[in-house]
């Protein structure tokens, strides 16, 4: 099967990382992973957008901890596009405990804290193409890189 060279996945700097200023760190990162970047914006999502994003979570201990985390400021939602972007888009996040997390990655570069770790990103295709929707209901953008036909 010919690779995906058009998976997408979706990233959100959460409120931590964005009061930490670090946005164009995580930007850059998957820039120059060579990701392409179809949508992106600051938002400050309810918290009934909240509790669908992390719907399969309710019910957790953390769970109202964790939406009032969400809820203490703008988010910064993005998607990428490129091969194996779900996958590789988690390796590069790190563990969900930061302190298990190596050195290189986001929460293990910026984070020791489960509930303060900067960042989240899809774990299936499945579930980005239903962030995406949850997140872009205007859609993302289509186009094409003059280098991206020609990697693969
Ligand atoms: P995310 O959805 O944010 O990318 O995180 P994840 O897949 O790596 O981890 P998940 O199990 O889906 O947990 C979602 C978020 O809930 C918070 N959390 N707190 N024990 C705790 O206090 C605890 N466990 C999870 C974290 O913010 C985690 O990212």
Known sequence: MAPNIRERTYIMVKPDGVDRGLVGDIIARFER???????AKLASPGKEH?????????????????????????????????????????????????????PGTIRGDYALAVGRNI?????SVENAEKEIALWFPE??????????????
Request: hydrophobic residues 40%.
């Open 33 to 39: 992973r060579g990701f392409k970047l179809i949508a």
């Open 50 to 102: 909240l509790e669908k994003h992390y719907a399969d979570l309710m019910g957790k201990p953390f769970f109202p901890g964790m939406i009032q985390y969400m809820l203490s400021g703008p988010v910064f939602a993005m998607v990428w596009e490129g091969l194996d972007a779900v996958k590789t888009g988690r390796v590069m996040l790190g563990a969900t405990n930061p302190l298990e997390s190596g």
């Open 119 to 123: 960042c989240h990103g899809s774990d």
């Open 139 to 152: 859609g993302v953008l289509q186009y094409t890189r003059s280098q991206e036909s020609k990697v693969f």
